[in-house]
């Protein structure tokens, strides 16, 4: 059974920075993505950042670009998210989601098959 668990969410100030964490347990995909996810108060869950364990590509919204960054530990099955500079707008809890998709070239995949849980994330003075 595929397990997902999220970590690192917090209070932080505008201009800070939080690692996010997600530990998967219990994969048995030959190759699959890891996407963080997030969904603020009244939004909808929109895609934030993407890893592949296949082709080791990446991507990221926009809105991240250049102030997030996405990254894995084979060894211990967890996925990062690095995220410096938070604005107020990053507010929202991010969740990790896995699917048996080759690449993440070409923008996020929606049909992912596990998510976890979430994690909490305020940028705030």
């Known amino acids: 059974q595929v397990h997902l668990v999220e970590s690192g969410g917090g209070l932080v100030q505008p201009g800070g920075s939080l690692r996010l964490s997600c530990a998967a347990s219990g994969l048995t995909y030959d190759y699959y993505i890891i996407d963080w996810f997030r969904q603020a108060p009244g939004k909808e869950r929109e895609g934030v950042s993407c890893?592949?364990?296949?082709?080791?590509?990446?991507y990221y919204v926009d809105s991240v670009e250049g102030r997030f960054t996405i990254s894995r530990d084979i060894a211990k099955n967890t996925v990062y998210l690095q995220m410096d500079n938070l604005k107020p707008e990053d507010t929202a809890v991010y969740y990790c989601?896995?699917?048996?998709?080759?690449?993440?070239?070409?923008?996020?995949?929606?049909?992912?098959?596990?998510w976890g849980k979430g994690t909490l994330v305020t940028v705030s003075s």
């Open positions: 890893i592949s364990s296949a082709d080791g590509s990446t």
């Open positions: 989601a896995v699917a048996e998709e080759p690449t993440c070239v070409g923008g996020f995949y929606f049909g992912m098959d596990h």
